[in-house]
């Protein structure tokens, strides 16, 4: 029997290139704490030199509207916001990835339900007729404990085939564990 279980990261991940990965760095370092704080200390630190340099009598190399200081804060806007409208296409193409290996392991459950109801539906339609041989009943009331198939709800499927509900009779189970 095939597994389908793999890492969706580790699949994803070895097709970067090293732009893609340092794109995926410069958008997790520009979206933390650290680059809040990091930003709001350069430019307290920026306006406060500045003024030391007015207390000393010195002329100050970007005078209060801190035209320089926009220009770089500019400069890295425009740098960044690119950077982080590829990395986060690039998560958007994982997400479709996974949901794809998500899909695929649902059909694949789906396959195997549909086996073991059909296996069941054999074992279920043999205890019938052991029944029907012996002239006992076929239904619940049988020595070896076999229910009626109606009692056993059957999946409720969508458009595209994905079992939503599979109710189970607890004698099915029941059934199962004791090996019947």
């Known amino acids: 029997m095939e597994t389908l279980s793999k890492n969706i990261n580790e699949v994803h991940d070895e097709g970067l290139t090293v732009g893609e990965r340092l794109a995926d760095r410069v958008a997790a370092f520009g979206g933390s704490w650290c680059f809040i704080g990091l930003f709001a200390a350069v430019c307290v630190g920026w306006m406060a030199?500045?003024?030391?340099?007015?207390?000393?009598?010195?002329?100050?190399?970007?005078?209060?509207?801190?035209?320089?200081?926009?220009?770089?804060?500019?400069?890295?806007a425009a740098i960044q916001a690119p950077v982080i409208l590829m990395s986060q296409n690039r998560q958007e193409k994982k997400d479709?990835?996974?949901?794809?290996?998500?899909?695929?392991?649902?059909?694949?459950?789906?396959?195997?339900?549909?086996?073991?109801?059909?296996?069941?539906d054999?074992?279920?339609?043999?205890?019938?007729?052991?029944?029907?041989?012996?002239?006992?009943?076929?239904?619940?009331g049988s020595p070896d404990g076999a229910r009626d198939l109606a009692s056993v709800k059957a999946p409720i499927y969508t458009e595209r085939g994905t079992a939503i509900r599979a109710a189970r009779a607890s004698s099915s189970h029941s059934m199962l564990r004791e090996g019947r």
């Open 96 to 120: 479709r990835i996974r949901a794809e290996h998500d899909y695929e392991i649902n059909l694949k459950a789906e396959l195997e339900i549909q086996e073991i109801k059909r296996k069941l």
């Open 122 to 140: 054999i074992m279920m339609s043999s205890k019938e007729k052991r029944a029907f041989k012996k002239g006992l009943p076929a239904s619940s």
């Open 49 to 76: 030199l500045q003024g030391v340099a007015i207390v000393h009598g010195r002329r100050p190399w970007d005078p209060y509207p801190y035209i320089l200081l926009n220009l770089c804060l500019s400069c890295l």
